[in-house]
């Protein structure tokens, strides 16, 4: 006997059951009942729960389902051998309609050219495109993976720039302020030594602009006469009561006012 061809994509199994008079050759016409019986018992609900049916049905699907149901209370028989329940007479009759002149055998030769032809290269190709994507995912995942390393030493640096640790940034942040007074006492105290420059940059302005009254940065001048005071020690004109900043320190020297000196030519 001749066998079949492996090469299933090459081959018509159908044409080949047809022409060894397996099946019947006008039976994909004659399938219209069981068309049509498929699709109601895909629309309706089993009433046997557990039993999910999907399009497409097959023949071994249908034999599995009538099987099951037979098992069930659904699956009696009256006395003539039919069904009592009619869901379960639909299933007969589909699997009766397919072992009919043999038409679940063309029915399966036929999906198996529809899977072999177009669906399992329709699969590979997914799978080739899903394969791609997930390379291409991994990759721009080890790229994430390096730029969170990169900028989370970036983000360490620029907060220790700052003298916090970038853990809770809100409170270290607050935290920094209380360390303004200290800040700015030991300003204070590093003006107090520009004194000397500060003598010499004005005796030479006025001696440029040849004004004995002219008055180089008032505010600088101020620091260094009294040191760190408060605002309103500022604007009342009294450097003497005590400062806002309780850690100042006191041992502060208070330079003299500098006193108007000429230069001669």
């Known amino acids: 006997s001749s066998g079949i061809n492996a090469e299933y994509g090459d081959v018509k199994l159908a044409d080949w059951l047809v022409d060894r008079a397996i099946v019947n050759r006008l039976w994909n016409e004659e399938c219209s009942e069981l068309r049509e019986l ?6 309706e609900e089993c009433p046997l ?13 249908s034999k599995q389902v009538l099987e099951q149901l037979e098992q069930s209370p659904y699956g009696t028989k009256n006395l003539i051998g039919q069904y009592n329940h009619e869901y379960t007479a639909k299933w007969g009759r589909i699997v009766k309609l397919f072992e009919r002149d043999n038409t679940y055998l063309a029915d399966c030769a036929k999906h198996i050219i529809q ?5 399992i290269p329709l699969y590979k190709k997914q799978i080739a495109r899903a394969t791609q994507i997930k390379q291409d995912s991994l990759k721009k995942q080890g790229d994430c993976s390096r730029n969170i390393t990169k900028y989370q030493a970036k983000y360490r640096e620029k907060c220790a720039g700052i003298g916090i640790t970038g853990d809770h940034v809100k409170s270290e942040l607050k935290d920094l302020v209380l360390d ?13 030594t520009l004194h000397d420059s500060l003598s010499y940059y004005q005796v030479f302005a006025r001696f440029l602009i ?19 005071v408060t605002v309103s020690q500022w604007e009342t004109g009294s450097p003497t009561g005590p400062t806002q900043d309780s850690d100042t ?3 502060v020297e208070i330079i003299e006012p500098i006193e108007t000196q000429e230069i001669k030519n």
């Open 38 to 43: 498929l699709k109601q018992v895909v629309e």
């Open 49 to 61: 729960t557990g039993i999910t049916v999907a399009a497409p049905v097959y023949y071994h699907t």
């Open 115 to 119: 899977n072999v032809k177009y669906d």
């Open 180 to 192: 303004i007074p200290k800040i700015m006492s030991n300003i204070a105290g590093e003006i107090v």
């Open 210 to 228: 040849k004004d004995n009254e002219l008055e180089v940065c008032p505010m600088l001048r101020y620091f260094v006469r009294h040191g760190n």
């Open 249 to 251: 320190d006191s041992s």
